[in-house]
């Protein structure tokens, strides 16, 4: 399904679904202490109901099933729901295809609500009321983020301006750490409580960094089929010559945590 969004690459369409295998194989990379800081706030445990919004492959959901709590994932794609559900064999995860504002389950249901990576594609004016609406009293949404740093690894920005080369109007380039941003409209029934920046090594091959770049959304989820594979024997190329075999970006983690009042 393509999206279109004004403040987003110039309102360039993307479609997650049309780079769903290849965000299932690379984009799993959060490292243990991403995980760490999430459960250091007594979220997402045993005895708490959880909704991952804009789950993707279900990253979230996977990675955190051995806390015990109950997730429920639900995404816009349902290439992504997918890939989430062949991934999340074994284990009682709900998904759902659905996009967040369409997402509506009985009041108070949920002790903390997530979004990882897609915060800033909601409508935040519709969809505020209804996460107030499903959160248990004192409930919690947690906003969370990683990005990596290209004023600080030249393998990251050497692949920006490759990117930036076939998506001149992708808005993805040039992350520096900094808060997650929380729409005004949250003022009114949350209570931002808890907010963290931190920087993170996140280890890569040429083939995996390769592959977390091809499936971002100025090329695996935007570009013509041509556009992609000419892309990625650039990349390939240029990592053969700035890169060695293995290596680490520089990422920053962030979180926000609000609390229903």
């Avoid at 459960?39 to 909704?51: A, E, H, M, T, Y």
Wanted: hydrophobic share 35%; net charge negative.
């Amino acid at each position: 399904m393509n999206i279109t969004n004004k403040n987003i690459d110039g309102g360039t369409p993307f479609d997650w679904g049309r780079t769903s295998s290849d965000y299932a194989r690379f984009r799993d990379i959060y490292p243990q202490l991403f995980y760490d800081k999430i459960i250091g706030r007594n979220l997402c445990i045993d005895g708490q109901k959880v909704l991952d919004l804009g789950t993707g492959t279900g990253v979230l959901p996977r990675n955190m099933y051995r806390y015990g709590a109950e997730w429920t994932g639900t995404d816009i794609s349902s290439n992504q729901i997918a890939q989430a559900e062949i991934l999340s064999e074994g284990m009682k995860i709900d998904y759902y295809t659905a996009a967040a504002e369409k997402v509506s389950f009985l009041d108070e249901t949920f002790d903390v609500i997530t979004a990882c990576q897609c915060f800033w594609y909601f409508d935040h004016e519709k969809i505020m009321p209804e996460l107030f609406r499903m959160l248990k009293p004192g409930g919690s949404i947690l906003v969370l983020y990683m990005a990596w740093l290209p004023y600080e690894d030249k393998i990251a920005a050497a692949s920006e301006k490759l990117v930036l080369r076939y998506s001149p109007k992708w808005s993805g380039a040039g992350e520096t750490m900094h808060p997650i941003v929380i729409p005004g409209c949250y003022n009114e029934k949350f209570e931002l409580v808890y907010h963290e920046e931190y920087p993170v090594q996140v280890h890569f091959t040429r083939e995996s960094w390769n592959g977390r770049m091809k499936a971002c959304r100025g090329i695996g989820a935007s570009l013509t089929e041509k556009e992609i594979s000419s892309w990625e024997k650039e990349h390939r190329a240029l990592l053969e010559r700035i890169a060695p075999a293995e290596f680490d970006i520089v990422h920053y983690g962030a979180m926000a945590q609000l609390r229903k009042k």
